[in-house]
């Protein structure tokens, strides 16, 4: 059993920057693939970026590629979401999620994630 906490979310304006952290409980972190998502009122929720296991691969969405950067430090148990250049667009509540993978596969669809957290909201104005 993973328990996820977001933090670092608020209100931010457009072009800025907002670091998101996730801690994890327990002791098998380095076990677990991350991700992070979003999502917008009355939107599906998406995909933003992943990391793998250890750190050394990521993987972006397209509309984040250049702008966010997630990073993971195994010894706290905790990954991160740096997001620079926010727009408008980037306004949703963001969770992060774990799945037990030692792949260097990435996932992109939020049901092969076993691990949620709560979300933190992160409101960006034009």
């Known amino acids: 059993q993973v328990q996820l906490v977001e933090s670092g979310g608020g209100l931010v304006q457009d072009g800025g920057s907002l670091r998101l952290s996730c801690t994890a409980s327990?002791?098998?972190?380095?076990?677990?693939?991350m991700g992070w998502f979003r999502q917008a009122p009355e939107k599906e929720r998406e995909f933003v970026a992943a990391?793998?296991?250890?750190?050394?691969?990521?993987y972006y969405a397209d509309s984040v590629k250049g702008r966010f950067t997630i990073s993971r430090d195994n010894a706290k148990n905790t990954v991160y979401l740096q997001m620079n250049s926010l727009k408008y667009e980037d306004t949703a509540v963001y969770y992060c999620?774990?799945?037990?993978?030692?792949?260097?596969?990435?996932?992109?669809?939020?049901?092969?994630?076993?691990?949620w957290g709560q979300g933190t909201q992160v409101t960006v104005s034009s």
């Open positions: 327990g002791r098998t972190f380095s076990s677990y693939a």
């Open positions: 990391i793998s296991w250890g750190g050394v691969s990521t």
């Open positions: 999620a774990a799945r037990p993978s030692r792949s260097p596969v990435h996932s992109t669809i939020p049901r092969t994630y076993d691990y």
